[in-house]
T-cell receptor, first 115, second 115 residues
Framework: DAGITQSPRHKVTETGTPVTLRCHQT?????MYWYRQDPGHGLRLIHY???????DKGEVSDGYSVSRSKTEDFLLTLESATSSQTSVYFC??????????????FGEGSRLTVL | AQTVTQSQPEMSVQEAETVTLSCTYD???????LFWYKQPPSRQMILVIR??????QNATENRFSVNFQKAAKSFSLKISDSQLGDAAMYFC????????????FGKGTHLIIQP
């Protein structure tokens, strides 16, 4: 168990409203990631973090921002949600203590519906 | 940028038989990691098997094995003695090895197990 908690697990919101998804980890891992999953697209990387206040863009970062003010929390924000951002969002961490393996451990996902 | 291609959107196999899921990838790197993840209807992402590119030997985990062809950039997953619990989406994924930029996923193969 990699100790990853996502919240909220389900959310319905309206176009134009701000939304923040939270990813919380209990294992003090350095690397954290946000992915979105859509039918026919697999999982696509939105943003990732390699330390406190260190973040970078992924493949589909437009319309999203992230923040990491402490090691255990990685926040994903949709400043003004659009229907195209209806998706399932996964947080993931990469363990780095025992040597890098590339493997990601995933949270349970957050389903966001934008009406 | 690396790409991962899964050419089979859906596969079907009879229970107890063997099925092979295909994956090809494109990279200019010589050292990297490849993964197969399983996503059952619960939505949880579960690591099935991992292969380090520098290892000649194909990885095996119980009924799951891979055929890693580095020169051909091919990484197929063989599931032997298929069971009903193997029904899921299967994703092939690539990591550049030592990088913090996460995994690049294929679009997935939906595996159906016929009883």
């Amino acid at each position: 168990d990699a100790g990853i908690t996502q919240s909220p697990r389900h959310k319905v919101t309206e176009t134009g409203t701000p939304v923040t998804l939270r990813c919380h980890q209990t294992e003090n891992h350095r690397y954290m990631y946000w992915y979105r999953q859509d039918p026919g697209h697999g999982l696509r990387l939105i943003h990732y973090s390699y330390g406190v206040k260190d973040t970078d863009k992924g493949e589909v970062s437009d319309g999203y921002s992230v923040s990491r003010s402490k090691t255990e929390d990685f926040l994903l924000t949709l400043e003004s949600a659009t229907s195209s951002q209806t998706s399932v969002y996964f947080c993931a961490i990469s363990e780095s203590r025992d040597g890098y393996t590339g493997e990601l451990f995933f949270g349970e996902g957050s389903r966001l519906t934008v009406l | 940028a690396q790409t991962v291609t899964q050419s089979q959107p859906e596969m079907s196999v009879q229970e107890a038989e063997t099925v092979t899921l295909s994956c090809t990838y494109d990279t200019s790197e010589s050292d990297y990691y490849l993964f197969w993840y399983k996503q059952p209807p619960s939505r949880q992402m579960i690591l099935v098997i991992r292969q380090e590119a520098y290892k000649q030997q194909n990885a095996t985990e119980n009924r799951f094995s891979v055929n890693f062809q580095k020169a051909a950039k091919s990484f197929s997953l063989k599931i032997s003695d298929s069971q009903l619990g193997d029904a899921a989406m299967y994703f092939c994924a690539y990591n550049s090895g030592g990088g913090a930029d996460g995994l690049t996923f294929g679009k997935g193969t939906h595996l159906i197990i016929q009883p």
